[in-house]
């Protein structure tokens, strides 16, 4: 009886515990698959890379690296590991997402929602916007 009181008891703290610790855990602003909200800096954001160099090298090297996995080869939202995400990776080519300007894309591509990852695995800001310079070829 002693025994299973203090298991009992022992497990309640752990649960208890796993609620406090949980609850102090931010929740995302943004849910995968909900509209972006993007704040106006990055949507007024100046591309400083803009006709730098050519989109097709270094933008082109990085995007095979980094994004063709899921972004494919054409940037169409077909690449391998299209079909294991949680959301629907949409075409590069759509108007509606070229329309954007060249921060609304870098928002997207390395700062917030599933890309965030992104903004350590590709650390140079340079190599970040020569990316994005790349997507913008891919009309």
């Excluded at 704040?39 to 007024?44: G, I, T």
């Excluded at 080869?73 to 070229?98: E, R, Y």
């Amino acid at each position: 009886m002693k025994r299973t009181l203090k298991n009992l008891l022992g497990s309640a703290v752990v649960i208890m515990t796993s609620v406090v610790l949980f609850s102090f855990v931010a929740p995302q602003d943004q849910k995968a698959g909900a509209p972006w909200v993007i704040p106006a800096n990055y949507k007024s954001m100046a591309n400083p890379q803009k006709g730098k160099g050519d989109p097709e090298s270094v933008g082109k090297l990085l995007f095979a690296k980094h994004c063709k996995s899921c972004h494919g080869a054409a940037g169409l939202g077909d690449g391998p590991k299209a079909g294991s995400m949680d959301v629907k990776i949409k075409s590069f080519k759509d108007g509606k997402f070229q329309a954007q300007s060249d921060g609304e894309i870098y928002f997207q591509s390395f700062v917030d929602r599933d890309m965030k990852s992104f903004e350590k695995k590709i650390p140079a800001v340079e190599d970040r916007w020569a990316i994005v310079n790349y997507i913008r070829t891919l009309k």
